[in-house]
């Protein structure tokens, strides 16, 4: 099938960046311990802090860098190209294409999310748990659950970004939006700190904004914040997100198409 | 560009400019002798194992090129022609062989050679990518310390020239090919230099900008004396530049002479392609060619490279409903490779 | 014999040869700074939005630190205005690195595809055109934010002021940022042999200012001692700073070593141009 295809090529370029791969997994790692270092001062200062005991708290931390990549939290994953492509004009051979722009993006994300993941997170996830106090579940299901969980964070980030990719149709410098997605992804998704020790109403919100899918909810999955049924709500609340923000994507997408097709490339 | 003969000019900087080594410029303004550049890679052998090997990029080439002179170097992909540019621009640094550009030695004084020196290399552009033309044209200036009287003098030559007028206030990266390759020979002679390297200056023009390019070189080297050193895939840039060629393949040096001589130790051939009403038995009897492919109403007839297309044509057209036709160079890698079959027969 | 003349004629140009090149260097780092300045400044909303941004994004950091002390009191033991000085300090020096030569670390994207010749075709130094490229004024955004953070902290710090004191402020800050300079500049180099490798460098820059944001007392000893003695970020601020607050240097140091700042950074331009040199030398006699 074509989009198996696009996402196994992405897989397979991204995995021939070794060195990238490995001064990434180091940065991942570094970082890691700083935070972790930072979590365990705080967390002995205050136990319990958000619901977490200090193990959950180092995990969320290790996680948090495992995850890195993959959703795309820092970087613009592979988006910085299709904004290329938009800008350069190349995007009107793409629309001609008999395949659909939103879903090739996807598949190729998803290709480079999964080699991420494994060849950026694996790492630093285990030093992570071999230097410091872990909250790693045995049970095979929360696994499960925390890989699907991943895979819907991993949907809703590159949804994010494609909207974001897309309006360089409209503006000229992308950079500046570009900037403020970044922002609003490292602060929302829980990746300067866990969301559930924000305050008050504030809290509240940022928990229930799309960001949180890419780091918050698959955390809490891994950690077994949720019982059964909460578990279910929490891939539902990403799910919701994801399809709410695919179809935004769509709808921009026919739009700028349109403006395309005008203006004759 | 200096109008003037090409005593005045390039002479005059010789004189304030004595050369730091206490060579002076001996035979030719560009001397090799025996130049070497060997490269070790790492090739994968096998799943775990590399091995150290040893590859002759350039492998002892001598040659000599006197002041003004325009020569092409040529040679397939690979053939060590960058390296060379490189090493002669003290880029790389030889690993063996003597190298001397205006008595300078590039790899010791590279900074001091490049006053001295244009480079314009095809595939990538020494102008300022997210800046406007005229900016990076300024900052050649402030850079090369071009006196400013100079400076406008050259600019505006080339913007006539080249027309670059209204290319100037437009950032490098919105330019197209031809474009910024007009916008990176100008900025290459802002700073009168005595040597021009060109890497494939042509490359990927159409033809309006090839012919364009090449008429504003002859004219540099006429007019000011600069030596000009052109790289290229495109046998009529060479035809139409240089009266000297240099041929390189695998790191050697395998002819140094006249165009023609090249064409005769090649025997290289051009293609008359014509098209005619409809598809008819390939086409004979025209003195000096042969139909080498027929192809539906489209027919390919070889004739010797030396010789004019005119009498082919006439030929063909004479005996032959003709709806169309063009000629085809022939092409380096062709030409090169018939050297070769000419050299080892028996 | 020739030869052994031009050698001996090089060494006693020497030392003159090097001023020049430094004054060529730093011209050249002018004409081209003052370049990309000029035509930030042509588009001066996008210049004022991308600083804004680069404001708020580099504050994440301090906002993660008030969060935290929406909790708490004191972290590994200091206070709040005391962690805000480190932060303040830590960011200063490194948005001071950053602003002067940030776009280092796309040196190896040059090597890559080949624009690193055209650098060496100028008849300018090499450093100064990788140093200038694409200079940024909007890390002025950075800079501007640990700024007021740390002059917050040094309004809410209990400190006896002396003019010592004083000035050890701008000089920890100006040191860090030299030190912070040469690991830049270590981190090119490396590129010269591994282009792909311009993230270890963010471990160290932008890795190593957040460590330096908070307390030595957070971490376990042999990270604080190989960021003393290995990669001498805490001559940055966290050496000179313990000794401005009055608190005991984990490691148990003597107190001098508080003042090496500016040894440890001339020490590190050293290390810095030395490891430059050797990369440029690799890459001109490799070719990449």
Not at chain 3, 120 to 149: C, E, M, N, Y
């Amino acid at each position: 099938m074509l989009y198996a295809a696009v996402a196994a090529g992405s897989f397979r370029r991204y995995a021939t960046y070794r060195i990238a791969t490995a001064s990434g997994v180091f940065t991942n790692t570094v970082f890691g311990f700083i935070i972790a270092y930072t979590y365990t001062a705080l967390w002995t200062a205050r136990p319990h802090l958000g619901g977490y005991d200090l193990p959950q708290a180092l995990t969320y931390a290790w996680t948090g860098q495992a995850l890195l990549a993959a959703t795309g939290l820092l970087t613009g994953g592979g988006m910085d190209e299709l904004q290329e492509r938009i800008r350069n004009g190349d995007i009107a051979v793409d629309l001609h294409r008999p395949a659909d722009l939103q879903l090739w993006w996807l598949a190729a994300d998803l290709g480079r999310a999964a080699f991420q993941l494994i060849g950026r997170g694996l790492l630093p996830m285990a030093v992570g748990t071999l230097a410091f106090p872990s909250a790693l579940p045995a049970s095979a299901v929360t696994w499960l659950l925390f890989l699907v969980s991943v895979a819907l964070g991993v949907v809703v980030g590159f949804a994010l970004r494609y909207l974001v990719a897309l309006t360089s149709f409209w503006l000229l410098d992308g950079a500046g939006v570009s900037l403020v997605a970044m922002l609003l992804c490292m602060f929302c998704s829980g990746m300067v700190l866990p969301l559930n020790v924000f305050p008050g109403a504030f809290g509240e919100v940022v928990r229930l904004l799309p960001w949180s899918s890419m780091l918050q909810v698959p955390a809490d999955v891994l950690l077994g914040v949720h019982d059964g049924t909460g578990a279910a709500l929490a891939l539902a609340f990403q799910a919701g997100w994801a399809a709410v923000l695919l179809a935004a994507g769509r709808l921009l997408q026919s739009v700028a198409t349109r403006k395309v097709v005008v203006q004759g490339g | 560009m200096r109008v003037g003969t090409r005593d005045t000019a390039p002479g005059a900087r010789r004189q304030e400019e004595p050369d730091g080594t206490g060579r002076r410029e001996e035979h030719g303004f560009i001397e090799l002798d025996g130049v070497e550049k060997v490269f070790h890679v790492r090739r994968k052998a096998g799943r775990l194992r590399r091995v150290r090997e040893e590859v002759r990029a350039v492998d002892g080439i001598s040659f000599s090129v006197p002041r003004g002179a325009m020569v092409g170097y040529i040679g397939p992909n690979g053939a060590g022609k960058s390296t060379t540019v490189k090493m002669l621009t003290g880029i790389l640094v030889p690993s063996g062989g003597r190298l001397r550009v205006a008595g300078i030695d590039p790899a010791r004084e590279r900074t001091r050679l490049a006053r001295r020196v244009g480079v314009v290399f095809g595939q990538r552009t020494t102008l300022w990518w997210d800046l406007p033309l005229k900016d990076s044209y300024e900052l050649v200036r402030r850079m090369y310390r071009v006196p400013e009287a100079a400076y406008r003098r050259n600019l505006e030559r080339c913007v006539e020239l080249l027309d670059l007028g209204p290319l100037l206030p437009v950032p490098v990266r919105q330019l197209s090919l031809g474009q910024r390759m007009r916008g990176d020979i100008a900025a290459a002679l802002l700073h009168d230099p005595e040597v021009l390297y060109l890497d494939e200056p042509t490359i990927g023009l159409d033809v309006i900008s090839k012919a364009k390019v090449r008429g504003f070189l002859r004219e540099v080297n006429a007019e000011r004396g600069t030596t000009v050193l052109l790289t290229t895939h495109d046998l009529t840039d060479i035809e139409q530049l240089c009266r000297r060629v240099m041929v390189i393949d695998h790191g050697r040096l395998v002819y140094d002479g006249g165009l023609d001589g090249l064409h005769a130790v090649g025997r290289s051939e051009r293609t008359l392609v014509v098209d005619l009403e409809r598809e008819l038995p390939p086409i004979e009897g025209v003195p000096g060619a042969r139909t080498v492919k027929v192809e539906g109403p489209r027919q390919w007839l070889a004739f010797p490279a030396a010789q004019s297309a005119a009498p082919v044509v006439s030929a063909v057209a004479e005996r032959y409903p003709l709806v169309d036709l063009s000629v085809r160079e022939p092409d380096i890698e062709d030409v090169i490779s018939r050297m070769y079959a000419g050299s080892t027969a028996p | 014999m020739a030869e052994d003349g031009a050698r001996a004629g090089a060494a006693v140009r020497g030392f003159g040869g090097v001023a020049v090149r430094i004054g060529e260097g730093l011209r050249a780092y002018g004409l081209i700074v003052a370049m990309w300045v000029r035509s930030t400044l042509a588009y001066r909303t996008s210049f004022l939005l991308t600083a804004l941004g680069h404001f708020a994004a580099t504050g994440l950091d301090f906002l993660a630190i008030l969060l935290m002390f929406s909790h708490i009191t004191a972290l590994g033991g200091f206070t709040l205005p005391e962690v805000a000085f480190l932060y303040g300090t830590s960011s200063a020096a490194l948005g001071l690195a950053d602003l002067a030569l940030g776009s280092m670390d796309r040196l190896g994207s040059r090597v890559r595809d080949g624009t690193m010749d055209v650098l060496l075709v100028r008849p300018v130094p090499v450093f100064a055109q990788v140093a200038a490229d694409r200079f940024a004024l909007r890390r002025l955004g950075r800079i501007t934010q640990a700024a007021l953070v740390l002059g917050w902290s040094l309004t809410r710090v209990e400190v006896a002021w002396t003019p010592g004191k004083v000035l050890l402020v701008p000089l920890m800050v100006l040191c860090g940022a030299v030190i912070f300079a040469a690991v830049f500049t270590v981190g090119a180099a490396f590129q010269f042999v591994a282009q792909d490798a311009a993230e270890v460098q963010n471990s160290f820059t932008y890795g190593g200012s957040t460590l330096l944001q908070y307390p030595p007392t957070v971490f376990a000893k042999d990270l604080v001692r190989g960021v003393t003695f290995i990669v001498p970020l805490a001559f940055v601020n966290w050496l000179p700073a313990l000794r401005l607050l009055g608190r005991d240097d984990p490691l148990g140091l003597p107190g001098w070593v508080d003042f090496l700042g500016p040894v440890v950074a001339a020490l590190m331009c050293g290390v810095a141009g030395l490891a430059w040199r050797t990369g440029l030398r690799n890459y001109r006699s490799t070719g990449s």
